[in-house]
């Protein structure tokens, strides 16, 4: 081992910006008053045996009195799993019992939350498993080593969180996945980002200055449980400091909390016992290791003199092996606002959690793209837990598992077998006004259709509950399904998804006939779903506006395919939002969101006709094949179809005039929409989104939850301008109205 008073032979540390660079240096001033020493597991004489072979030691004898007091149980009826975690968290046993005795209440909107203030051991504290920043892409992430936890369950004893899991290796592979989203699973990673170089310098200097919310959880797998302390906010900070330790030990410091899970050769979740917090005390001095010269023997100040003023490396590691949380004891839901909820107790932890990172409820908040991921997960769950969704689909949907395109169309429980027809049924899901999935056993059944899970849980995130926002949320979900995450495709598919399926055209479960819902028939098929289809169209000849449920459902699977299909995507001619950038760039052509293009295409034998070949080219070939118009051969591109179905907006020539008139008025409304749409788009865009930036979630978050419309408004020339057309519309459309009740009367 390496001399700790000579800095400049230890190369990990130099890693770290404000090690290396004297004058940031952290003084040892900063660690006066610590505990410096991982505090020994000291059973407390004359107290009785526990079931695991030893008394408790004296912090343990009070965390457990503690604990039952506001969990409101008898003494004995406490895990003694949980005093165990308890004991291994101690590091400074005389601050802590003072915690312990002003038990402190944190109020969400679903409930209380009791705390003590108690100062920890940073390696064993654990990441929130269900982490809502994360979800979007910790399917991806896990490539299949192991599922997604999305949500925690209430605790059969204690007011406290449980969470499901496959096995202790599913745990830590859940834990490495979410260091490598944040980007602090390295140095180099953690560099690109100003932000988390900066945290980590601080961190670094001050150690983490504000406390974190720390809650006891229980995880179950079918070999095993284990009591985990869970970081339910401040995962950001954690990560920094275990990296910057890492960098400093030159290893791995958060092995020492699993390192009593392998046993006999493998891993199984266990609570620690007596041995291995006797073990932990050595652990978490890091023998062997460039930290372990960080540790004072009995002289502390012969130690600070000669080591800690010389060596800035060991105040760093002194001011982040421990860590001062706020530890949950008990959780209160409000029996009124949580009346019916299943797990009260973990919905109230996840109200937490929102608060601080929810628009609305707290200033560090989470992008708007993490917020969309998270509720979409929570719905998911929800329709996989009423059973309305298999469990393949699930796994689909949050990014677990792949499909190929041309997989069977259906497999054996009924689950989507190929990628479109999942994304579809994913984006029907949470659009689609109630819900095409219903079950008797479901809440909410109203009419065979389940009401509210998206909009519920938009409200609890604090978003505005309307169409819009469910495209949004569907949309982001979609991405995931797709595997786009990251391929620089979800920049245009996903805003074509969103533009496609805000419209009530798609949203609204019935079409203007009454039919039943287009999104029950997407599992047809293709053959039958284009036959019904056309013979829809044939039915509707007298009023082509009104489109059929299979017309509807067709426009759904080809409209997704021409936005996703990879030849179209490489090529840059997939359908976009509004035809490349609002107008064309190679030629003029309308810019209106998909859904006009599509149902302008199912009002035609030939538009129903490319719609069908744009998902056999993506689903039914060996691979992946670029769509072709059966008549001219010509590529399905974004800018052709609207050039041929939708033109640049010129009104083709009529012997009718009444005809010619109502296209011109139909364009007009067409027109009319679009615009509303865009403003109520530009009411919440912000300037991340407007300039189409990436979002890592973390650079100068004002850029992703401020809102234009808010910060700039719009100038008064322009609305002096627009205020008198828009009162000249409302008195043409007005007038409109009474000259047309006048001319039926007439007829009459």
Not at 170 to 179: P, Y
Not at 391 to 417: C, I, K, M, Q, V
């Amino acid at each position: 081992m390496s001399s700790t008073n000579n800095f400049s032979s230890r190369s990990g540390a130099g890693l770290l910006r404000p090690i290396s660079d004297q004058e940031l240096w952290p003084p040892a001033s900063r660690i006066s008053g610590r505990e410096l020493s991982p505090v020994p597991f000291t059973p407390e004489a004359g107290r009785p045996v526990e079931a695991d072979g030893a008394p408790l030691s004296k912090f343990g004898w009070r965390f457990r009195e503690v604990l039952a007091q506001a969990q409101k149980v008898a003494v004995k009826d406490i895990d003694l799993g949980i005093i165990r975690l308890g004991e291994a968290l101690n590091a400074d046993t005389d601050r802590n019992l003072a915690g312990l005795s002003a038990p402190y209440v944190k109020r969400t909107e679903h409930g209380l939350v009791r705390q003590v203030r108690m100062t920890v051991n940073t390696p064993m504290l654990f990441p929130w498993l269900a982490n809502g920043r994360a979800l979007s892409k910790m399917g991806r992430t896990l490539g299949g080593s192991a599922k997604v936890i999305t949500r925690a369950f209430d605790h059969p004893a204690l007011s406290l969180p449980l969470m499901r899991t496959e096995s202790a290796d599913a745990v830590l592979s859940l834990v490495a996945a979410q260091r490598s989203i944040l980007k602090l699973d390295s140095i180099a990673s953690s560099e690109k980002s100003t932000v988390k170089r900066d945290r980590i310098d601080s961190i670094v200097q001050f150690g983490v200055l504000s406390p974190p919310d720390v809650v006891a959880t229980q995880l179950v797998s079918p070999d095993g449980t284990a009591w985990v302390a869970e970081v339910a906010e401040g995962a950001q900070r954690l990560f920094s400091s275990l990296l910057a330790m890492d960098v400093i030990a030159e290893r791995n410091v958060a092995h020492v909390a699993t390192e009593a899970w392998f046993v006999d050769g493998y891993r199984r979740l266990r609570d620690l016992g007596p041995a291995d917090l006797v073990r932990l005390e050595a652990s978490l001095r890091y023998p062997s290791t460039a930290a372990a010269g960080y540790f004072p023997g009995p002289n502390i100040p012969r130690w600070i003199e000669q080591v800690a003023e010389k060596n800035p490396a060991a105040v760093a590691f002194q001011l982040m092996r421990t860590m001062e949380v706020n530890f949950i004891i008990g959780v209160e839901p409000d029996p009124v606002v949580m009346r019916g909820e299943a797990n009260p107790v973990s919905e109230t932890m996840q109200e937490l959690i929102r608060s601080y990172h929810v628009n609305g409820k707290a200033k560090d908040q989470w992008g708007t793209a993490e917020v969309e991921s998270l509720v979409a997960i929570e719905a998911i769950d929800d329709l996989h837990e009423f059973a309305l969704i298999t469990e393949a689909e699930r796994s689909h949907w949050l990014g677990e598992t792949s499909l190929p395109w041309n997989g069977e169309y259906l497999g054996t429980d009924g689950s989507p077998g190929n990628r479109l027809l999942s994304v579809a049924r994913l984006m029907a899901a949470l659009t689609v006004e109630g819900n095409f999935l219903a079950s008797p056993e479901a809440p909410d059944v109203e009419n065979g259709v389940i009401k509210g899970i998206v909009n519920r849980h938009l409200a609890e995130n604090a978003v505005r509950v309307h169409p819009e926002e469910r495209a949004k949320v569907a949309a982001a979900q979609a991405i995931a399904a797709l595997e786009f995450s990251e391929t620089g495709w979800e920049s245009t598919v996903q805003p074509a998804l969103h533009a496609a399926f805000r419209s009530a055209w798609f949203w609204n479960p019935k079409d203007e006939a009454g039919s039943d819902c287009w999104a029950s028939l997407l599992p047809l098929p293709l053959g039958e779903l284009a036959a019904r289809a056309q013979a829809e169209r044939e039915a509707h000849v007298a009023t082509p506006e009104v489109a059929g449920p299979a017309q509807r459902a067709i426009a759904a699977l080809g409209g997704i395919a021409l936005m996703v299909n990879p030849g179209l995507l490489h090529s840059g001619t997939s359908l976009s939002r509004t035809g490349r950038g609002a107008g064309g760039q190679k030629q003029k052509v309308k810019a209106s969101d998909p859904n006009v293009l599509l149902a302008k295409m199912v009002q035609s034998e030939r538009g129903i006709n490319q719609l069908e070949d744009a998902v056999a080219a993506l689903v039914s070939g060996a691979a992946t094949t670029t769509p072709q118009d059966r008549v001219t051969g010509e590529q399905l591109e974004d800018l052709w179809l609207r050039d041929l179905w939708l033109g640049a907006g010129i009104v083709d020539k009529t012997d009718n005039p009444s005809n010619a008139f109502y296209q011109r008025i139909r364009l007009l409304i067409d027109a009319l929409e679009l615009n509303y749409e865009e403003a109520e788009v530009l009411k919440t865009v912000t300037a991340g989104e407007i300039l189409d930036l990436d979002h890592d979630g973390e650079d100068d978050e004002a850029v992703w939850t401020d809102s234009l419309y808010e910060l700039i408004g719009i100038s008064e020339e322009s609305a002096d301008k627009v205020l008198p057309l828009l009162q000249q519309l409302s008195e043409f459309f007005t007038t409109g109205k009474a000259y047309s009740r006048a001319a039926a009367r007439a007829v009459r």
